[in-house]
């Protein structure tokens, strides 16, 4: 009998999977959406790597048309809303709560749902390769190429269903940080004291708010077009075509800003505390970003000069876009501002953050360029463009997602990533970065058109398509130098301390890595870089109380139901719709489950 | 969705976790239909082949049913008083109210969709049939979301201990959620009905 209840007992503790599986922590939700967003970065680069050695050589035939054409459409896919956006969700996951002193998000369970929804996405995205083809029309789904009639397979219905997905993930996602922003601050942290990563974390969940609901109606109708026999997006019926387009860049400008804006936060973090000085013209830099948030809704036209919108919306659409770069400018000079003086530390967090400068600016310079009308008509679907995302996107994003890596890894997980190894991969990756993207400017202003799976000889593409080529695996060879030092590094000592960097923002106020329920005591804030005006001010952190009385929310398995209930929701959209009822009707028994689950 | 958090009664604006992000997700929605009604305006007038709306459109009956909505936004706000001042049966009563009222705008709906069929219009034979049942139709799939969101509440409330100590808090927001289903109707019936074709 005894042996019995002893069974009993060790049954109701959680294994270490399962406790993972149903968190609510924002501190492991964040380690889950980073854990599987690099996952992803790292499918979407063997993607690319593919897609280069099919391009290495003229008449290349290592891949035929139709797997190049997925894999294009997969990479630009996998890297946009599997490996940027999320490794951004992890970040904001991570420090929106030790940011502003609270203990976790508003909505822990909403929290995890996005995670789960995410994970659904983007296994669907993916595992398309085996079902039927992958998404193979870009990741923009040009319709009328994305409709029935010259998409017949079932690829452009994978590209729907899991954009919708993964879309609703985002929007709860920006959902909960815009409440656990505005309104889980600590006590004395205003709106103006928040860090600049804040502002920009709640200038991104703003543009995805605004945006993704205009591309969930344009995903609905190409879904109906392919399924149900409306005729939004086919003009020989009666459709428009450039509806389509409308639809897609009101959504998609709008989300290069949701790639660029978290990494612009990550390097306003670490060039103050790596440069010892404060931000330099914190207000202008708050401004700006949100300016860019607001002007980010008025440039979609500049996607579609080419298409004969005729002279004023393409005077307009010219104007806002120059528009846009002022307030960008604004802020690489409050950076450079920053640098200017400060008594520097040149550690790899630090390289990262100047590359981003660097490469940002370039990627930068290059899309103004495209503001011009007439300039923009000569780029249109050449090289060029392809050069100037990777500047933005690589060069900007990636290189300030790494950045904050290093900047960060000591807090979350209480060791320092190594070094040497560290400035060793940011060389190779910045070197192979630019041999890779540089080249096809010239290819771009050469006439070589994006999207084509070989070219002829002759051409005169054939040296620059071989060094980007050969930049792509100098690429890989750096970031594998990077996972590498993540487990070299994982097997070091807990060495950090709380605030190694001697920064000033409140993370750095609590343990490495920081307790489940963040502070002990939820500090005060005085000042926009509150611990160096506590250390200036003499001011000691509260001791730690005797007693902690933290109420943390219990764990829960209805985030994971409902998105459950989701995937099956998807896959009946795409198999059979008695799946999607019988997937709404997991939703709506978690749902109630979910609201009645006791949270005291 | 209640945010199991120590902080959710005293938070830095006043508002509600819950409630705040109410509000912001009814912003997302209104870009939602905000496209959707474009759709139906780029498309106004584009139909190659008939049925064209003033065809097939029923301008009494409509009115009929947005009345029915209407009404549904008077008894909710009646509904969020009763939980506001703590007179349960009332808020019983006029939640009760508020599905049926809904429902009837739904059976309106359905009705609507089954006469447009069967004077041969359907979601493929024009732009016009596409873009009216998407925009209707989704509005009415809001519509049937918010009955179920109401009528989980009405249950709620007939347990032992009703909605608990957030009760008003809980029929206040979905009486957010359900006025402005209501507002996006109106728009929806001045653009599609009231404007001459």
Redesign the interface.
Known sequence: MATAVGTVGQATQPSKIWSWMTT?DHKKIASLYGITGFTFFLIGGIEALLVRTQLAVPQGNVIDADLYNQLFSTHALTMIFLAIMPLGASFFNYFIPLHIG???V?????NMLGYWMYLSGGLLLTLSFFFGGAPDGGWFGYAPLSTETYSPGRNMDFYTVSLLILGTSS?IAS??F??TI????APG?TMMRLPVYMWMTLVVSFLL??????V???M??LY?DRN?????FLPA????PL?WQH?FWIFGHPEVYVLILPSMGIVSEVIPVMSRKPLFGYAAIVFAGAAIGVLGFGVWSHHMFTTGLGTVPQVVFSASTMAIGIPTGIKIFNWLGTMYGGNIRFNTAMYFAVGFIALFTIGGISGVMHASPAVDTQHQDTYFVVAHIHYVLFGGAIMGIFSGIYFWFPKMTGRFLGESLGKLSFWVIFVGMNATFFPMHFLGISGMPRRIYTYEEGMGWDTWNMVATIGSYILAFGVLLFVINFFKSMRQPQTAGDNPWNAPTLEWATSSPPPEHNFDVVPEVHDRDPLWYNRDHGIELPARPEHLH??M??PSYYPMILAGGVLLIGLGLLAHLGVAVAGALVV?YSV?G??LEP?? | ????????HH???G?D?RK??MW??L???C??F???IS?YL??KG???VPPRPEDVLDIPLTSASTFVLLMSSLTMVLAVYGAQHGRIGMMKGMLLCTVLLGLGFLGFQVYEFMHFVHEGL???T??F???FY?LTG?HGFHVGIGV?YLT?LLI?SMRRHGLGRDRDLWVDTAGLYWHFVDIVWIVIFTIIYLMPH
Not at chain 1, 182 to 185: A, H, L, T, V, Y
Not at chain 1, 237 to 240: A, P, S
Not at chain 2, 1 to 8: D, G, I, P, R, T
């Open positions: 609510v609270a203990r976790d508003a909505f822990p369970r909403l929007l959902l909960n815009i409440v505005i309104n889980m601050r942290m708010v605004l945006s993704l609901p205009v969930t109606v344009g609905i109708q109906f149900f026999g409306t005729n939004f019926e009666g459709g428009d509806l639809i933290i109420h929310p219990p709506i109630w979910w609201a949270t005291d | 969705m209640a945010a199991a958090h120590e902080v959710q938070t830095s604006t508002v976790n705040l992000l912001v997700f912003a997302s929605e870009l939602f905000g496209t959707l759709t780029i498309f584009e139909s190659l359907s979601l493929s024009n732009q049939g596409a873009s998407v989704f179920l989980s709620g």
